[in-house]
Structures are given as structure tokens and as C-alpha cells.
């Protein structure tokens, strides 16, 4: 009996030990998960092909699946054991502006700007219209709905180079502007992003070569997502 009574206790030794040890290597993974957060490739709003043909599948599988994703994978690993590591995308492209840390808010702004372009877009016919209270406010800067288009067409064509063309809101008031390379308005307090076209090579060159000005007066006439902007606006 009393030797049955201390195998008992060794085991129960044994399982105390095991389930404790158990349980800190669950610890010290959570740890782990916590601190290799990594930015992630938000999935796509449509199927690839959903865009066509203004922009056909195969441009979005290399504008979302190569570059897109280029970017989100560049920027985890610029970011993997710094300050930046574990706060939101939205937190490293501020802070990396404040610093002039080129390489990662390059690739921080570029992931942020391509995610807010992906869901700026829709199949044709599927954008709806702009809300009462966006509409007041287009009518007031623009004069009219129309007007408001071709000025966010005119600022995206413009852009020499690389950039963005963006309907924004400030303080309850919308305009239109464009930004180069991977600049975003989101480092501007107060101003708050609507809608953007992007106007880099890679975003229309397989489906209209070096005719740019066709490929943004079809998105902005077809393509943009104003229930979307209303949502943003409000």
C-alpha cells in the first residue's frame, strides 16, 4: 500500500510538472505570436476578372498578387524586430514619415494605398451614387456630381509620373488631389481619404500600354465605389 500510495504521488508529480510546463509553453507561443504580428495582404473585394474589361484579370493578378503583395512582404520584413513591429499599418506610415524612414513608409503607404484602391472599385454598374450629405458637399466644391469626376479624372491623368489621384474630405468639405509615389493623405490630420485612382504604370499598362488618360476616365466614369465614399464621408 505504501508503495502504491507514492507511485501515485510521483505520477501526480509528473502530470503537475507536465501541465505547467504545458501551459508556459503556451505562454511564452502567445508571446511569440504577439510579437511576430505581421501585416497581412487583405484579400481582394471581387473575383480578379470582376474589374473587367477596364481592367482585365490578369492586370489585377500582377498588380495585387505580385506588387500588392510585394510590398506587404518587404514591409514585414523592414519591420521584424523593430519600434514598428506590432502596430497597426495605419501607426507605421505616421510614424515613419515623422522620422524619415524612407524604405518603410514606402512600403507601409504603398500597402495602405493599394488596399484603399482595391476597395475604391467595384464591377461597372455597382458604385451606386453619392449620399445626400456627399452630395451637398460635391455640389458645393464642384458644382456638380459630374463636374466632381472629371475633376479626379483631371488631377489623376496630370500626375507626372508615379502617384495617386484622390477625392478627400476635410473638416466636411471634399477636393480633389494627387499625391507621387507612395505618398498618402493619411499622414494629414483631419484629412480623410473618399476614393483613389492609382496611376502607376503597373495599374494599367498591360490592359491600355501608355494611355493613361482612357484607362482613369473609365474607372472614375464606371468604377468607383460611392457608396463606399458616403460610408467614408459620413
Not at 502504491?4 to 505520477?11: E, F, G, I, P, T
Not at 503607404?109 to 461597372?124: D, E, I, R
Not at 473638416?171 to 494629414?188: M, Q
Not at 495599374?203 to 460610408?231: C, E, F, I, T
Request: aromatic share 10%.
Amino acid at each position: 500500500m505504501k508503495m502504491l500510495s507514492q507511485n501515485k504521488m510521483a505520477r501526480r508529480r509528473f502530470i503537475g510538472v507536465t501541465a505547467g510546463a504545458v501551459a508556459s509553453g503556451i505562454a511564452i507561443a502567445a508571446k511569440g505570436e504577439k510579437k511576430m504580428k505581421e501585416i497581412t495582404l487583405e484579400a481582394l473585394p471581387y473575383a480578379e476578372d470582376a474589374l473587367a474589361p477596364t481592367i482585365s484579370a490578369r492586370t489585377v493578378s500582377f498588380h495585387y498578387g505580385k506588387h500588392h503583395a510585394g510590398y506587404v512582404k518587404t514591409l514585414n520584413g523592414l519591420i521584424a524586430g523593430t519600434q514598428y513591429e506590432g502596430r497597426t499599418l495605419e501607426e507605421i506610415i505616421r510614424t515613419a514619415a515623422e522620422r524619415g524612414d524612407t524604405a518603410i513608409f514606402n512600403n507601409a503607404a504603398q500597402t495602405w494605398n493599394h488596399t484603399f484602391y482595391w476597395n475604391s472599385l467595384v464591377p461597372a454598374g455597382k458604385g451606386g451614387a453619392p449620399s445626400a450629405k456627399l452630395q451637398a458637399a460635391i455640389d458645393a466644391a464642384f458644382g456638380s456630381f459630374d463636374a466632381c469626376k472629371d475633376a479626379l479624372a483631371d488631377v489623376a491623368i496630370k500626375r507626372f509620373g508615379s502617384g495617386w489621384g484622390w477625392l478627400v474630405a476635410e473638416n466636411g468639405k471634399v477636393s480633389v488631389e494627387s499625391t507621387p509615389n507612395a505618398e498618402t493623405p493619411i499622414t494629414r490630420p483631419g484629412v480623410k481619404p473618399l476614393l483613389v485612382v492609382d496611376v502607376w504604370e503597373h495599374a494599367y499598362y498591360l490592359d491600355w500600354q501608355n494611355v493613361r488618360a482612357d484607362y482613369v476616365k473609365a474607372v472614375v466614369g464606371g468604377h468607383l465605389n460611392w457608396n463606399a465614399a458616403s460610408r467614408r464621408f459620413a
